[in-house]
């Protein structure tokens, strides 16, 4: 028994007593049958957009296919009419928006069976077995897979993304497809393949979700870098490693404790330098990936103008890459454990802790070590002392006042003079006592 939220039910009552049908359809009705919340209630019917508007003058209508957002109390409903499409000769935008007169010809354009389900309140319409594919756990294309790639070629992923955030399987023949259509993705923007990138990695089971791209050839067309790694061995005499470098980072995404979306691209992508330095010694056979860091980074800022990661986001992800070496020792110095905050950033210090996590456990070991407890621990500690310049208690406008100087390089001079002697435990912070040692 499905029950719907009154104030949906209420919108759904309004377009039926002026003589239109209206169902809910795609992910909503999905989502009802699989007990998930639903964030985006989509609706279709057979009014037009110019007789939606006049039923709920709270609205906006700006897009060429017929969608109407309706703002109803604190929530947004869209509602499309019933839309028959054309042939697509980008493979990502049809050629021209038809109206279609029934409802099943409406269903018949969706891309999964999951999503082509349509309820309007007390029946649902399943013309493509969406329910039993559920039941079943596993993804369906509607009708012929390769027309439905074809048509928008961006569903290659989507179905992926699907599977990875459910955790079902693909169908053979829709995975088949997938594998004979795979090149179609070069033809969509990367921003639209990011945001299904972004969201394979933050779903439940990421790992299964890179391995379906693997599989079906697609991710050579998306992370070119990353399929190379299943080729780069690691196991040697003297190394803990028990994968290859791709099977390794597909690990550590799916250890990785962190849910940011980039915290975990950073965890899948952080070894991808090690194809461009492996080398392996003829006579101990010894495997080695000196300065694979530096390389990774040059690739992650490439990588990261590839997928449109804003300023933000490139920032971190390539900070991620280019740390990931740290030491970790029992007997690090407090000097440098703070260059290991600065260097990362104290904003990216926990993501950073996730990500060596993620590397452990992706590499055969335990979560944790006591030396790597004992390094978050120290770096709690460090933190609490003065960690810049910014930190101390005194700042340029009492270092000109008590030394009676006018702004100038030479206040910066007294100030890191100062800070060298907090750190080095010459001095307190405290004002009374750098005020005191300015005078002097």
């Known amino acids: 028994m499905i029950t719907l939220p009154p104030v949906v039910t209420e919108f759904m009552n309004t377009i039926r007593e002026n003589g239109y049908e209206v169902y809910i359809v795609g992910g909503a009705v999905r989502n009802l049958f699989l ?49 028959k499409e054309s042939n697509y000769t980008d493979n ?49 294309a509607v009708g012929n897979p390769d027309v439905r790639f074809q048509e928008d070629a961006l569903r290659l992923m989507r179905g992926i ?28 923007s990367w921003e ?61 995404l799916k250890n990785c404790p962190s849910s940011d979306p980039i915290t975990r691209l950073a965890s899948l992508l952080h070894d991808i330098g090690k194809v461009g330095t492996f080398h392996k010694d003829e006579e101990s056979e010894l495997i080695t ?34 740390f990931h070496q740290f030491t970790v020792q029992e007997d690090q110095t407090d000097k440098a454990v703070r260059r290991f905050i600065r260097d990362v950033g104290k904003e990216y210090i926990q993501d950073m802790l996730d990500l060596r996590t993620a590397d452990r456990v992706g590499s055969g070991s335990t979560p944790t070590s006591w030396r790597f407890d004992l390094f978050k621990k120290r770096i709690i500690e460090v933190q609490k002392e003065p960690f810049t310049v910014k930190d101390l208690k005194v700042d340029g406008l009492d270092v000109m006042k008590v030394r009676n100087i006018k702004p100038s390089r030479e206040v910066g001079d007294i100030l890191d003079a100062l800070f060298e002697k907090v750190i080095n435990g010459e001095l307190k912070n405290e004002k009374e006592v750098l005020l005191e040692a300015l005078k002097k």
């Open 289 to 322: 990936f000196y300065n694979h860091e530096v390389v990774g980074t040059i690739q992650a800022k490439k990588i990261a103008d590839r997928l449109r990661l804003s300023n933000e986001q490139k920032t971190k992800f390539v900070r991620l890459i280019e």
């Open 35 to 83: 007990n998930k919340g639903v964030t985006n209630w989509d609706f279709t019917t057979n009014a037009t957009p110019e007789q939606i508007q006049k039923l709920f003058p709270d609205n906006f209508y700006h897009n060429t296919y017929g969608t109407v957002t309706v703002k109803n109390a604190d929530m947004l409903f869209e509602i499309t009419p019933f839309r």
């Open 192 to 252: 639209r393949i990011r945001d299904e990138l972004l969201k394979i990695v933050s779903s439940d089971n990421p790992a299964e979700g890179i391995l379906f791209l693997k599989s079906t050839g697609i991710l050579k067309y998306i992370l070119p870098e990353l399929d190379a790694c299943f080729a780069i061995p690691q196991k040697s005499p003297k190394r803990h490693h028990v994968y290859d470098v791709g099977t390794h980072l597909v690990m550590a």
């Open 161 to 188: 993304r699907f599977a990875s955030q459910l955790g079902f399987l693909i169908d053979d023949e829709t995975r088949n497809a997938m594998t004979r259509n795979a090149e179609l993705i070069t033809k969509i």
């Open 92 to 140: 990502r935008h049809p050629e021209q928006i038809e109206w279609a007169k029934t409802l099943a010809e409406d269903l018949a354009r969706r891309d999964f069976t999951i999503n082509a389900m349509a309820f309007d309140g007390k029946v649902v319409t399943d013309i493509f077995n969406g329910k039993k594919h559920i039941e079943e756990r596993k993804i369906v």
